[in-house]
């Protein structure tokens, strides 16, 4: 092995190719960089960057037909880009150690914690039983494992997830590897462990001369711990500097875009500024005012007014689901997901809900849009308790309330094309006259979420994350609600598309004067979006204020811990930004 | 990541099914090729019966018990007017096969169209309402499958060929056995929506349409059912090759398809009777047009399981 002096592991102009039955697609096109011993390098980037392919493609990972079509990796001078089956074999694990996305699948849940570690030992390092067992020990003592004799001997199951990734570290360790690739390893996980985690590897790194580059979209990761970052986009290292150069003063268009999509914890901003650089949106053109869209239907209207500026009043709603089904009502055992809570949302605002999962926020947005039937509690929409309505007298109710959902891959009917889709709801409340009348209603709808007339011949396949989410929005909005529910509406999307989806909400929220319920785990998104705030816990209301008062001066317990956690990126760019001035108030 | 050549958005629908990811896997699979050609074959030979038939097996008048039993042409005492020989009462073979397979295919087509129907209505019906309906239906379905199909269909069709007698059965026969072996075997089909059901039930496009106040009827015909076909698609080919196989057993058996109208298995059955009189080609002719014809609906079927699983697209 021919020793150059230089970094560890040196990619030089790599090129990564997917063949498909439509031609080549280049994953990565020409991307070069370095990782120096004890660096950790950010590699950051949006879905379909490329930036995964990279981690993968260095130890010969990438799923087939994908192929290094040309380039360089040099591990210490040695070029191993082009090695397959045993060659490379040698190289994973004892050279470079691989920490995956999800700690809930990359561990064989049927091994005891011992048999993974001492396996992964023995095939690496060599040696005897006894030394392995002594080494796994040891791993297990340096990812910060308490008990390590006990844990040893127990299987994945009976671990939580951020001590599984832990362990999945300490495999990654295993064979005393030079760089360690760790591709999203702290998405899967709630903030509160994704940071102990993040500085796990951080001290790992420093302590042991470890070079690691980490994969991520999350730029309060980014933020936390790297000392150098790669922007990829499209397959492109747009951009490469110290940490805090490419934060503070990003100088390619593209990174300056992607962090001013951030959402921010320190002011509150009108809009998003400049995100149209990632996916292209089509103008919009309609007046509302004059539209089928902004007009309501005017009796239905009058007699359901809100009562003193509040549209929907929650009154002590409880909704407990069973857990652990018995004959007996004794034996049975019940979740409480919804536990005496109590609200009022006024009209034309935005109320947040935020809490952790499995906090019952989801549940109280569906016992609202009538999904669930509540066991006690009234929902007041407007004077009238919906949960005493039957189905047939609910209907017109229904038509006021429309819920935007978080997953845009599930909550659109695949074998309908987008047209349809849109026009379903319309069709189902004869809100217009079939045939032409229909047709153009949901072609200006499709204008005015930003698609474009034409895509109501497609089907949800054809269109991005981000785009689905808009014909999700349009589909609410084909009833002509006052009250729109948004369940986590970006929290499966790029920071950019988010920004992209979270402007638009807010320009019809203006236009058509909605009122909205906006759920997120995200504070920061919370934060920009939301009039007031409710935070829940455990089925709970624990607190509620306005947004800004609650982000300056927490009362909770609760709150001012999860406020503590929200990254801080408070030396951001502050290019372009447009505040509220006469709401900034600083966090304390 | 994809994003290098995107096909331009195909015209008409035959340039649309040249580009779908069936006739693509479809032109890489030899097996699937071959076995749709032969199926092709065999039920344009089956509708074309009666043009391409060189004798109408069903008009008596056509008959010469002259012929009777005579080997196919290819053999020494073989006549060339016949070209798979005759059978016992001097029908043409040939024409007998393409007749009967008209007939299995018919049987196994409505047979499994009727399974399909009470299947889908009940599978939907239990899936989406869940608790004590699902409970019952699919209890219901359970009784069901543990009576075999066979044992279900001998006892009904005995039962009615010995209250109404063989004549009346003779013109009913095609009908008692699709009536048969439709009900036998709905289970498949309720089973299999059910489980498709409760997975889509899931999926947040089906709260969307709760959310707008949608009916249950509109809910799981027009939204859920659509996206529950390909399993459909699926073990209906399995079931068409299933049902003629019941149906050729149970005519074996002699209780499906009178003489003067043989089917698939009834003409294995007629030509059994001779088989160890070296009288060979009457049972193993047919027989081997059955298994072919089996053997090829299965292949495709286990092929378009393989192309429908959403999994093989990801790669």
């Known amino acids: 092995m021919s020793k150059a002096t230089g970094s560890l592991l040196e990619i030089r102009s790599l090129c990564i190719e997917f063949p498909s039955r439509h031609g080549v697609a280049t994953a990565v096109s020409n991307v070069s960089f370095s990782v120096e011993k004890g660096e950790i390098v950010g590699l950051v980037g949006e879905s379909g960057a490329g930036k995964s392919t990279i981690g993968n493609a260095v130890i010969d990972l990438l ?18 880009a082009n090695l397959h089956g045993e060659a490379i074999r040698r190289i994973r694990g004892r050279r470079i150690g691989f920490i995956f996305q999800d700690p809930m699948t990359s561990l064989n849940p049927l091994l005891t914690i011992e048999t993974q570690l001492v396996e992964t030992i023995l095939a690496t390092l060599g040696g005897t039983r006894e030394e392995a067992l002594n080494k796994s020990l040891e791993l297990m003592k340096s990812v910060g494992i308490p008990e390590p004799e006990l844990r040893l001997k127990q299987y994945p199951h009976q671990f939580s997830g951020g001590m599984r990734q832990r362990v999945v570290i300490a495999i990654a360790l295993a064979g005393d590897p030079e760089l360690i690739i760790a591709d999203e390893p702290t998405t899967a996980l709630d903030v509160s462990i994704q940071d102990q985690i993040l500085e796990l590897i951080r001290t790992l790194c420093r302590e042991r001369q470890v070079g690691c580059i980490l994969v991520t979209h999350d730029m309060g990761v980014i933020a936390n711990v790297t000392d150098r970052v790669a922007v990829m986009y499209k397959g492109n290292l747009v951009e490469m500097g110290s940490t805090q150069q490419i934060l503070e003063r990003p100088q390619h268009e593209y990174t300056r875009s992607l962090i001013s999509a951030v959402p921010r914890t320190d002011v509150k901003l009108k809009r998003f500024p400049r995100v149209e650089y990632i996916e292209q949106v089509q103008s919009r053109s309609i007046d509302v005012k004059n539209h089928w869209l902004g007009q309501q239907d005017e009796s239905f209207a009058a007699e359901h007014k809100a009562e003193n ?68 509690g009234s929902i007041n929409y407007a004077g009238t308790d919906l949960t005493r309505l039957s189905d ?170 999860l406020l503590s956690l929200m990254p801080h990126l408070d030396n951001l760019s502050r290019e372009g930004l447009e505040t509220e001035p006469e709401r900034e108030v600083a966090l304390a | 990541m994809n994003e290098a050549v995107v096909p331009a958005r195909p015209e008409t629908r035959w340039q649309r099914i040249r580009q779908s990811n069936i006739y693509y896997y479809f032109l890489r699979d030899k097996v699937a090729m071959v076995s749709a050609v032969i199926l092709l074959l065999m039920v344009a030979g089956a509708l074309l019966a009666p043009v391409l038939a060189p004798q109408n097996p069903y008009d008596m008048a056509q008959l010469d018990i002259m012929n009777s039993e005579l080997p196919p042409a290819w053999s020494e005492e073989g006549d060339s007017q016949f070209l798979l020989g005759t059978d016992d009462q001097g029908r043409d073979l040939l024409s007998t096969i393409l007749y009967g397979t008209r007939i299995s295919l018919t049987i196994g087509l409505f047979a499994v169209i009727l399974q399909a129907f009470l299947g889908i209505v009940v599978g939907l019906t239990a899936g989406y309402f869940g608790g004590r309906i699902d409970g019952f239906l699919m209890r219901l379905a359970d009784i069901q499958l543990s009576f075999s199909t066979m044992m279900v269909a001998i006892i009904v069709l005995a039962v009615f060929q010995a209250a109404f007698g063989m004549e009346l059965y003779s013109r009913m026969a095609m009908l008692m056995l699709i009536l048969v072996i439709g009900i036998a075997e709905w289970p498949q089909y309720a089973r299999t929506i059910r489980a498709s059901v409760l997975a889509e039930k899931q999926k947040e496009y089906v709260e969307a349409t709760r959310v707008m106040g949608f009916g249950p009827g509109r809910i799981m015909f027009r939204h859920i059912l659509p996206n529950c076909l390909s399993p459909i698609l699926v073990i209906s080919t399995v079931q068409i090759a299933n049902a003629i196989i019941s149906e050729a057993a149970l005519s074996f058996l002699g209780l499906g398809m009178p003489p003067s109208q043989p089917s698939l298995g009834a003409l294995i059955s007629s030509g059994f009777e001779y088989i160890f009189s070296g009288t060979w080609w009457i049972t193993v002719i047919p027989g081997i047009v059955l298994v072919v014809l089996v053997l090829v609906m299965n292949l495709l079927g286990d092929w378009l399981r393989d192309v429908m699983n959403p999994k093989l697209y990801k790669g």
């Open chain 1, 63 to 80: 799923s087939p037909p994908g192929r290094v079509a040309s380039g360089d990796v040099l591990l210490e001078g040695e070029n191993i």
């Open chain 1, 392 to 561: 047939k007298q609910r209907i017109p109710f229904r038509r006021q309330i429309q819920m935007v959902f978080q997953n845009p891959y599930s909550s659109l009917n695949p074998r309908m094309s987008v047209h349809d889709i849109i026009a379903e709801p319309i069709r189902f409340h004869s809100l217009a006259r079939p045939g032409r009348e229909t047709d153009g209603i949901v072609a200006d709808l499709l204008d005015h979420v930003g698609l474009g007339a034409a895509s109501g011949v497609k089907f949800p396949h054809e269109f991005s994350g981000g785009q689905r989410q808009r014909i999700s929005i349009a589909r609410a909005l084909a009833t002509r609600p006052r009250f729109l529910i948004c369940d986590e509406p970006t929290s499966a999307l790029d920071v950019s598309v988010q920004a992209q989806i979270l402007n638009l909400l807010k320009d019809l929220q203006d236009e058509l004067g909605l009122t909205m319920m906006f759920i997120s785990h995200d504070l920061p998104v919370i934060r920009q979006m939301c009039d007031r705030v409710g935070v829940m816990r455990y089925g709970k209301l624990v607190e509620v204020n306005e947004t800004e008062t609650l982000y300056a001066s927490p009362q909770h317990e609760y709150t001012r811990e």
């Open chain 1, 309 to 376: 500026g509040i549209l929907l009043k929650v009154d002590d709603v409880n909704l407990r689901f069973q857990t652990q089904s018995a004959f007996l009502e004794k034996n049975r055992r019940y979740v409480k997901a919804s536990d005496h809570v109590s609200f009022e949302v006024r009209e034309g605002e935005t109320f947040g809900l935020v809490g952790e999962s499995g906090s019952g926020k989801s549940t109280i947005a569906r016992i609202i849009a009538g999904l669930y039937q509540p066991d006690s």
